[in-house]
């Protein structure tokens, strides 16, 4: 059986650094796992607790629309998330504008200690690992990065819209 028949990729498959960026997203992909599991978080809580922080940065409001879009979730559980994340103390929820309808999402002063807390090692062992390279390194790696990112993006919207994987 051939490599063809079998359905397996030839060997010339995804460039190294393509394979490396896959291994990459496992690995964070199970450390996020690991530190959201020693905190009773799924992944799905963190990265709800992601997606606000991003927007709060941006001084973006989010609300469980916005949460519900980025996450692609039902309503159903994008209400059930936002529940966990308010009884377990990371977020609030705030009545804006002036007739009060509009629900705001807020992180709460734990959700920011408990992020810190379970990202701290990640970030100290990549803070090490920087130390490696020089700042024009760290800029390019920073720009292919980002052209990454931008890929991955453009990449979900097509499959979301049911474009063609050539």
Known sequence: MTAETS??????????LVRLLQEFSLEANRYVDAAGG???????????LS???QHTARNQVVTPGVLRKELHLSSPATTALIDR?????????????TDRRQVQLRLTPKAYRDGGAMFLPLARHMGVA???FTLEEQELAT????AMIDATVRAGEE?????SPN
């Open 7 to 16: 359905g397996r990729p030839g060997a010339a498959g995804p460039p190294p």
């Open 38 to 48: 020693r905190n009773d978080m799924h992944r799905t809580d963190l990265n709800a």
């Open 51 to 53: 997606v606000i922080m």
């Open 85 to 97: 994340l308010d009884k377990s103390g990371h977020v609030v929820r705030e009545r804006q504008g």
């Open 130 to 132: 920087l130390e490696g």
């Open 143 to 146: 720009r292919f990065m980002n």
């Open 159 to 163: 499959a979301s819209r049911g474009g």
